[in-house]
Nanobody
Framework: QVQLVESGGGLVQAGGSLRLSCAASGSIFSISVMGWHRQAPGKQRELVAAITSGGSANYVDSVKGRFTISRDNAKNAVYLEMNSLKSEDTAVYYC??????????WGQGTQVTVSS
């Protein structure tokens, strides 16, 4: 049984910052890619950022320069530092982990609300 537990969402004013955390636990052997998707009301889920076990990261264009993804392989944890938040960043953020030979696991989601 593998679980991803997220924390760090909340309400923030435009221009503010939040840090999301996600940790995987259970029978998980190695994770190739971890990252974050988000889904805003009435919109499709989109990939926000992802990072490999070697530290290579990629971002959706709309967050480049504002968000930073990082990872602690020893803890099976991934983080998303979000700065200069905008109202359009409002969404439910989902952590994911692509575990080698086990599949993709998802967190339960954490709400991020940016007020203008």
């Amino acid at each position: 049984q593998v679980q991803l537990v997220e924390s760090g969402g909340g309400l923030v004013q435009a221009g503010g910052s939040l840090r999301l955390s996600c940790a995987a636990s259970g029978s998980i052997f190695s994770i190739s890619v971890m990252g974050w998707h988000r889904q805003a009301p009435g919109k499709q889920r989109e990939l926000v950022a992802a990072i490999t076990s070697g530290g290579s990261a990629n971002y959706v264009d709309s967050v480049k320069g504002r968000f930073t993804i990082s990872r602690d392989n020893a803890k099976n944890a991934v983080y998303l530092e979000m700065n200069s938040l905008k109202s359009e960043d409002t969404a439910v953020y989902y952590c994911f982990a692509n575990a080698n030979r086990q599949g993709v696991y998802w967190g339960q989601g954490t709400q991020v609300t940016v007020s203008s």
